[in-house]
């Protein structure tokens, strides 16, 4: 069964910096691209970021050149570096296997990242 765990969020000021992190276990892991999503209140959740099993990457247009997904196979993690926060990247932040832009497994709890004006 995988189970995901996400940590690294929290409440900051705008322009300032967070990196997330996101465990992965029970699934072996560096075969399968993954993904960052993030739901925001009262929206629907959107893919920000996705690394492949190569590590290729695409970003959301709305993050490019600010976030950074990278991943660590060896233990079992992805990240994203997250650069000159918003006030408008505030949501709760998941990964997830992404296959093709639609998430795979089950949710994990995710983090909340608040950024303030």
């Known amino acids: 069964q995988v189970q995901l765990v996400e940590s690294g969020g929290g409440l900051v000021q705008a322009g300032v910096s967070l990196k997330l992190s996101c465990a992965a276990s029970?699934?072996?892991?560096?075969?399968?691209?993954m993904g960052w999503y993030r739901q925001a209140p009262g929206k629907q959740r959107e893919m920000v970021a996705t690394?492949?099993?190569?590590?290729?990457?695409s970003y959301a247009d709305s993050v490019k050149g600010r976030f950074t997904i990278s991943r660590d196979n060896a233990k079992k993690t992805v990240y994203l570096q997250m650069n000159s926060l918003k006030p408008e990247d505030t949501a709760v932040y998941y990964c997830n296997h992404d296959r093709a832009g639609v998430p795979i497994w089950d949710w994990g709890q995710g983090t909340q990242v608040t950024v303030s004006s």
């Open positions: 029970g699934v072996l892991f560096s075969i399968h691209s």
């Open positions: 690394i492949s099993a190569s590590r290729s990457t």
